[in-house]
Structure formats: structure tokens, C-alpha cells
């Protein structure tokens, strides 16, 4: 079964730092425009961080200037640095190709940000 497997996440104190790591499972990577998503309790899944296959990047507001997304090709990874985090970047975090496509998501990561 094609799908990404995202490494662990994990508790940060606010102000913090996390990288997190995500694999593709496929043949085709390279191609792609790669993404990271977020999903808080009792809210809708959200883009946050994108990446083209020109590695032209592109953020949600609420993340821009403190989260960096890239990509590995030869790794088929994609990775998210998320620096200065805040109790709202609370969520589980997860990769899938933009736009997504249902086959593809992994389990996810749960990213908490707490004191």
C-alpha cells in the first residue's frame, strides 16, 4: 500500500522546536508538490506548509516565518522544521501530496505544545 509514514512528534514547551520527517512509500516522488497538513480537535484539516517539485515553498498565515518546509527526492522525504511554537500549533500533523489524495494519508503525528 502506497502511503507516507511521518516520524514522531512529541511534547514542546511553547517557544520550541520540532522537526518533523515524512516518507513516501511510492515510486513517484520527485514530481510531485508535496505538503504538510494539521488537524486540532474539533477542527477541519488544514494545509499548512507546501513544496513544489521546483522546491518553491508556500505557508498558511498563522505559520509563515516559523515553520520551513523542504523536501529530499532521493530520500523521498519531506520535512517540516517548526521553530517558535505556539499551544495553537497543537495538532496532528500529516504529509500528502497537494492536493491530497485519500489513499495516501499515514497515521499522523500528534505535535503538543504545552507547558
Known amino acids: 500500500q502506497v502511503q507516507f509514514v511521518e516520524s514522531r512528534g512529541g511534547l514542546v514547551q511553547p517557544g520550541g522546536s520540532l522537526r518533523l520527517s515524512c516518507i513516501f512509500s511510492?515510486?513517484?516522488?520527485?514530481?510531485?508538490?508535496m505538503g504538510w497538513y494539521r488537524q486540532a480537535p474539533g477542527k477541519q484539516r488544514e494545509l499548512v506548509a507546501a513544496?513544489?517539485?521546483?522546491?518553491?515553498?508556500n505557508y498558511t498565515d498563522s505559520v509563515r516565518g516559523r515553520f520551513t518546509i523542504s523536501r529530499d527526492n532521493a530520500k523521498k522525504t519531506v520535512y517540516l522544521q517548526m521553530n517558535s511554537l505556539k499551544p495553537d500549533d497543537t495538532a496532528v500533523y500529516l504529509c500528502?501530496?497537494?492536493?491530497?489524495?485519500?489513499?495516501?494519508w499515514g497515521q499522523g503525528t500528534q505535535v503538543t505544545v504545552s507547558s
Open positions: 500528502n501530496v497537494v492536493p491530497p489524495h485519500n489513499n495516501y
Open positions: 511510492g515510486t513517484i516522488f520527485s514530481t510531485y508538490t
Open positions: 513544496i513544489t517539485s521546483g522546491r518553491t515553498t
